[in-house]
Structure formats: structure tokens, C-alpha cells
């Protein structure tokens, strides 16, 4: 058992969790990103640490209307900063879009398993072309596949 205290990132803060996922100068960046996404998408959702660590959202019926959009970005950032846990360094917004498109693909090939494409489409399609925005020409051309081989 370690007896110290301080964030596995080596920033010298006390290591609480709140810290270690949210709270972190080298994880904050990324959860700065996760919410520029989100205004790219006119999603307004209160910086709140209770909503993407544990999906608690505002009551408002609005809110709650993007939550299928939101939870994957969530999820793919807390397994981004778990994939970096013990690294003196900050997350990358890379690594963390190839987990949403990682996501987005699980999801889009079990919604064709179950013909359920949809509701798989109205939840990414927005999703998916901020996503594209940010990566570079041949990664858009790697990902965009998949609207392409759904006919969307």
C-alpha cells in the first residue's frame, strides 16, 4: 500500500479522486475540449463534473434530450485519462476522438446487427461531423466510411 497521497500524474496536488479525473491541470484540457464539442453541437450543459464523471444531468427536459449524445463523449474521455493515468502529461484530444470513433462503430455495426440504424444515426450524425472537423484529411478519409457504407 502507498502511503502518498499526491496525483499519479506528478502535478504535487493532493490525489483525491475528484482531482485525478476532473480537477487536474493536465486532465483539465481535455474536459475543456469535451465541452467545446459540446457547444459545437449547441448542447449548453453547466461545466460540472457531476454530469461527466457520473451522468448526473439537470433536470431540464432539454438536457436530458442529449444525454445519447453526450455519455459517449463522456465515457471515451474517462477511458482517455485512464489510458494515461500514471503519465506526467495531458490526455490527448487524438486519442480521445479515436475512442469516440471506436465507439461509433461498435454502436453503428450493432444497431445494423439488430436493423436498428436510426436511432444509431440521430445520435452520431452531428457527432460525427465535429468530429471530423478536427482530425487531419486522411483520418477523415479512414473514418468517414462509415456514413458512406450505411448510404447516409
Known amino acids: 500500500k502507498s502511503e502518498n497521497s499526491r496525483c499519479w500524474r506528478g502535478c504535487g496536488e493532493t490525489g483525491t479522486l475528484l482531482h485525478c479525473w476532473w480537477e487536474c491541470k493536465l486532465v483539465q484540457p481535455l474536459w475543456k475540449t469535451v ?19 457520473l451522468g ?10 442529449h444525454r445519447s449524445t453526450c455519455t459517449p463523449m463522456f465515457i471515451a ?9 500514471k503519465e506526467p502529461k495531458c ?15 461498435m454502436e453503428y455495426y450493432m444497431a445494423m446487427r439488430k436493423n436498428e440504424i436510426w436511432p444509431c444515426v440521430a ?4 457527432l460525427e ?7 487531419s484529411q486522411a483520418e477523415k478519409d479512414k473514418y468517414h466510411m462509415f456514413a458512406r457504407i450505411g448510404g447516409l
Open 91 to 105: 490526455p490527448s484530444t487524438d486519442e480521445w476522438i479515436k475512442k469516440m470513433w471506436f465507439i461509433y462503430t
Open 129 to 135: 461531423g465535429v468530429m471530423l472537423s478536427e482530425i
Open 56 to 65: 448526473i444531468y439537470p433536470r431540464d427536459t432539454e438536457m436530458l434530450r
Open 35 to 53: 465541452w467545446r464539442f459540446l457547444r459545437k453541437l449547441t448542447i449548453e450543459l453547466p461545466y460540472d463534473p457531476a454530469i461527466a464523471l
Open 123 to 126: 445520435t452520431w450524425m452531428d
Open 77 to 85: 474521455a474517462l477511458s482517455t485519462i485512464a489510458k494515461t493515468w
